[in-house]
């Protein structure tokens, strides 16, 4: 299939809502106005609107607490679109909206910056990064806002976003933000202002009726996703070369996450998973408490600027941890901060494992496994391995709050994170039951089953297989069978910019641009 799209793109058409595949999200519109829907059609290549914030869709954003207030829209996107955005602007799903961005293996639908796709147009070579740049945060990202729940919600609840795009939360945890599917997110994660940022991937109080299932985010300044409350489900996940953590949550986040890829960078990372409920009220709900299953980490290995940890858990977080690889990262592959954190896990009355922080089924091998207790709720030094509050450290809550691990197998890893050699065999398990619906119980760990002959990550994904991330036009949707041409016109609610010449595949197309607000 080789490797294409993986550039920039986005667009669909209302007939990719019945394509076959997984889960994807009914077309119901979620609030009781409307402001229609709009297609991105793959014949062209789409930037947002520009300046601060960029492309709104609906006005959940707005700060009025009654959902029966906000107008409804709905962005399709289809197979293999392009979409750029620059400096300080994101796309947007505001609560009650939707996004159906549904891709294939074939055609994803990319999202990067105008900066690297102007750099590509003017002939130079793609490989990462224009000269002189780290690639990163070139543009802001891509966020959905929804009506979940939020342990920040007052009443009624709008939670003030990061980087002050607009309100989120609600009491809504099947709420459904649409469907991303075979969507590629590259060089996102624009600092708005000192301090405030959006991510790759922002998912602010997102639902569990949102599907999300074949999402890489590469190259993002900040997080790669990071959840900020929501109860929403993820499924094979790609986070590459991320600046600061790939995967993060808090303020009560209870959805999860199965076959995950983390490979952080060299250059600059920072932990694989960073996991809180609520810094100043560790015990505040709802608990985040998210099920993740079939996760490979992958450290750098030789950071140049920080020393990571694998998984971090603080601030009073539960999880439930299944069939993972933890490997290779400086500081450790588990730390586990915080009185009410490790209270999550151990009972210090029954003097058992009977709470919600568990881990059961996972491999670690890093230089340090395990560390306990940096830091209490006022960040100061506590004493180690918690022992002052009569709680074990992490490493007894390793071996005895679940099944089957082990930190004691050299684990080994292609560079894409297959398991290989001996390791491909010692990763069979007993299927644990996790109990919920969206979960399958599967008899290895890591992201990928070893006995299959291609991993689900080959042809749509960047930076993993050493592909040179070449975007093609789409060989689906409205550009099906036909060469790119230029005819000056734009989808309706899009305006024309300019004709672009496409350098390696020839023929040119049209660049439009979106409004400020849908």
């Known amino acids: 299939m080789g490797f294409k799209k993986t550039l920039i793109a986005t667009a669909v058409t209302a007939s990719i809502l019945s394509m076959t595949g997984c889960n994807e999200s009914d077309s119901t519109d979620n609030t009781t106005g409307s402001a229609g829907i709009t297609t991105l059609t793959n014949d062209n290549i789409y930037m947002l609107a520009s300046g601060f914030p960029g492309t709104r869709i609906g006005n959940g954003h707005e700060v009025d607490g009654d959902s029966t207030n906000n107008t409804a829209a709905k962005l399709v996107i289809e197979p293999g679109t392009l979409i750029l955005g620059s400096d300080k602007e994101a796309l947007i799903v505001t609560r009650g909206s939707k996004i ?33 740049t780290s690639g990163r945060g070139e543009w802001a990202g891509l966020a959905l806002m929804g009506y979940a729940k939020s342990n920040e919600c007052a009443d009624p609840c709008d939670v003030e976003a990061e980087g002050g795009v607009g309100a989120y939360g609600g009491t809504n945890d099947a709420d459904s933000s649409g469907t991303l599917k075979y969507v590629v997110v590259r060089h996102a994660g624009n600092e708005i202002t000192a301090g405030n940022e959006l991510n790759g991937i922002t998912l602010f109080a997102t639902g569990s009726g949102t599907v999300m299932d074949y999402i890489q985010v590469h190259k993002g300044l900040d997080d790669g996703i990071e959840h900020f409350g929501g109860s929403d489900f993820m499924s094979h996940v790609v986070l590459t070369d991320n600046r600061d953590d790939s995967f993060d949550w808090g303020q009560g986040y209870t959805g999860g996450v199965q076959y995950m890829v983390v490979k952080q960078a060299n250059d600059e990372a920072d932990r694989a998973i960073e996991a809180d409920n609520d810094k100043d009220l560790p015990n505040k709900g709802p608990i985040s408490l998210p099920t993740l299953a079939n996760m490979t980490l ?24 299944y069939n993972s690889i933890v490997t290779g990262f400086v500081d450790n592959c588990f730390d586990v901060d915080e009185k009410a954190t490790m209270e999550r896990a151990y009972s210090v009355t029954n003097s058992d494992y009977t709470g919600d922080l568990t881990v059961d089924n996972t491999f670690t091998d890093c230089a340090t496994n395990f560390k306990t207790g940096d830091q209490d709720l006022n960040n100061d030094t506590v004493k180690d391995q918690f022992a ?30 297959l398991p290989q050699n001996a390791f491909a065999s010692a990763v069979a398990v007993t299927a644990p039951t996790i109990g919920n619906a969206k979960f399958d119980d599967t008899a290895y760990a890591g992201a990928f089953d070893p006995s299959a002959t291609t991993q689900w990550t080959d042809g749509w994904t960047v930076g993993l297989h050493g592909n040179n991330t070449v975007w093609e036009p789409a060989s689906s949707g409205t550009l099906a069978g036909n060469a790119p041409s230029s005819d000056g016109s734009c989808p ?15 023929g040119e197309m049209d660049l439009c641009q979106l409004k400020a607000q849908y």
């Open 492 to 506: 309706t609610g899009t305006t024309f910019v300019k004709k672009v010449t496409l350098p390696e595949t020839g």
């Open 298 to 321: 992958m450290g750098a290995s030789a950071p140049a600027t920080t020393d990571p940890d694998g998984i971090l858990l603080r601030r009073g977080t539960g999880a439930k941890i």
């Open 388 to 417: 002052d509050f009569g709680l074990p450290n992490v490493a007894d809550w390793f071996a005895n709050s679940g099944t089957g691990n082990t930190d004691s197998v050299a684990v080994d890893l292609s560079s894409s994170g």
């Open 100 to 132: 159906e961005a549904i891709g294939t293996a074939a055609d994803p639908i990319v999202m990067t910056s105008k900066a690297q796709f102007d750099y590509w147009v003017a002939g130079q070579t793609i490989g990462g990064n224009a000269p002189g």
